[in-house]
Nanobody, 116 residues
Framework: QVQLVESGGGSVQPGGSLRLTCVASGGRFNVGHMGWYRQCPGKEREVVAIIDSSDTANYGESVGGRFTVSRDKAKNTIYLQMNGLLPEDTGVYYC??????????WGQGTQVTVSV
């Protein structure tokens, strides 16, 4: 059974940075893609960044080049480096792993708060 464990959330001031980490276990992770989603207050869950098995990354429109997703295949770990954080980036960030014919697995989420 796939398990995804996020860490690295916290509180920062606008313009600050955070690095989220997601450690995956219980699978091989060499197919499909992994990524980060977030749910901001009063909004639906949205994609932040996705990285596939060839390390090709795609980003949601809202992150505007401020975030970078990366992957360490040997450690079954993905990261989300978030720079230039804005108050509207506040929300719960979820790690996701999607496989063909199986669908998505989710982590428990980590809170990110950006405020003065």
């Amino acid at each position: 059974q796939v398990q995804l464990v996020e860490s690295g959330g916290g509180s920062v001031q606008p313009g600050g940075s955070l690095r989220l980490t997601c450690v995956a276990s219980g699978g091989r992770f060499n197919v499909g893609h992994m990524g980060w989603y977030r749910q901001c207050p009063g909004k639906e869950r949205e994609v932040v960044a996705i990285i596939d098995s060839s390390d090709t990354a795609n980003y949601g429109e809202s992150v505007g080049g401020r975030f970078t997703v990366s992957r360490d295949k040997a450690k079954n770990t993905i990261y989300l480096q978030m720079n230039g954080l804005l108050p509207e980036d506040t929300g719960v960030y979820y790690c996701n792993y999607w496989r063909p014919a199986v669908g998505s697995s989710w982590g428990q989420g980590t809170q990110v708060t950006v405020s003065v």
